[in-house]
């Protein structure tokens, strides 16, 4: 799944006027973001693909784990974070 997501990613990034920057993130502990995205100007969003058909909080780690030391490097650019898994439903998990 993570591949699919990559290249329909890629695909919908380049058809966009503005250049995005599409990285990762992981940090010391290895928690991980599969892919950070950043459009002009700055407004990063997170997105954690799982490759499982539920998903739980546990599965946020990785984004809050992101969102939380950008106030450092980023400032506010933080914009969202999200899960894409392969459930049929929009679980909400918290206030972010």
């Known amino acids: ?21 599409l990285s990762h993130y992981r940090d010391k502990d290895l928690v991980k973001v599969d892919f950070a995205e950043a459009p002009p100007p700055r407004a990063i969003l997170a997105i954690e693909v799982q490759a499982a058909a539920t998903i739980t909080a546990d599965d946020f780690k990785g984004i809050r784990r992101f969102r939380d030391p950008c106030g450092d490097p980023c400032g506010e650019a933080f914009a969202s974070g999200t899960v894409l898994y392969e459930g049929r439903e929009a679980p909400p998990f918290g206030e972010d």
């Open 1 to 21: 799944m993570f591949v699919w997501v990559y290249g329909e990613r890629l695909k919908t990034l380049s058809l966009t006027s503005e250049q995005w920057f």
